[in-house]
T-cell receptor, first 115, second 112 residues
């Protein structure tokens, strides 16, 4: 069983640039969630995708957007990067079976530094 | 809104000591409660969970009981090992809700 994989593992951008982060979900999972984890903090929910549709969103501006593909992999896009966007971005996959979200399985994250 | 508050770290203990990490929550409805763990160099992973009041979650010697009357879900272990050194996150999920809300994490270090 392949786990959740994320790419890239590390990247550096400058303010105003755009970034795309990628996630391959665990085999058999149909739901992907994205979280932002600032240094020394707990993960903050950005949004979730279920069957290619956004299925819940946290308190993040519209410049944070995402996609889910037919194979359930996902992308997180952030436009007009700000210094405060520097963080570890975590992807988590799960199997939603109609009775709520199941256990989350996390990748190791993509560490973004904005200069 | 819903939130989770857990004790601040770092917590440093000697091997075989008793561990308690406090966690309280604020939520409407009847959330499920979780403890996630992040070992050095690894991704977050579920340690244990409880889905209703008075349920006890347990795994790897860790336990936590869902206490609705005190809105708490404290993590305990009777005898910690060096390999338990990690960051522990308390979290909650509303029934049917798509997101999980995490606490700020507690870093645990165990001395040999």
């Amino acid at each position: 069983e392949t786990g959740v994989t994320q790419s890239p593992t590390h990247l550096i951008k400058t303010r105003g640039q755009q970034v795309t982060l990628r996630c391959s979900s665990q085999s058999g999972h149909n739901t992907v969630s994205w979280y932002q984890q600032a240094l020394g903090q707990g993960p903050q929910f950005i949004f979730q995708y279920y069957r290619e549709e956004e299925n819940g969103r946290g308190n993040f501006p519209p410049r944070f957007s995402g996609l889910q593909f037919p194979n359930y992999s996902s992308e997180l896009n952030v436009n007009a990067l700000e210094l405060d966007d520097s963080a570890l971005y975590l992807c988590a996959s799960s199997l939603t079976s109609g009775r709520g979200t199941g256990e989350l399985f996390f990748g190791e994250g993509s560490r973004l530094t904005v200069l | 809104g819903n939130s989770v508050t857990q004790m601040e770290g770092p917590v440093t203990l000697s091997e075989e000591a008793f561990l308690t990490i406090n966690c309280t929550y604020t939520a409407t409805g009847y959330p499920s409660l979780f403890w996630y763990v992040q070992y050095p160099g690894e991704g977050l992973q579920l340690l244990l969970k409880a889905t209703k009041a008075d349920d006890k979650g347990s795994n790897k010697g860790f336990e936590a009981t869902y206490r609705k009357e005190t809105t708490s879900f404290h993590l305990e272990k009777g005898s910690v090992q060096v390999s338990d050194s990690a960051v522990y996150f308390c979290a909650l999920s509303d029934q049917g809700a798509s997101k999980i809300i995490f606490g700020s994490g507690t870093r645990l270090s165990i001395r040999p």
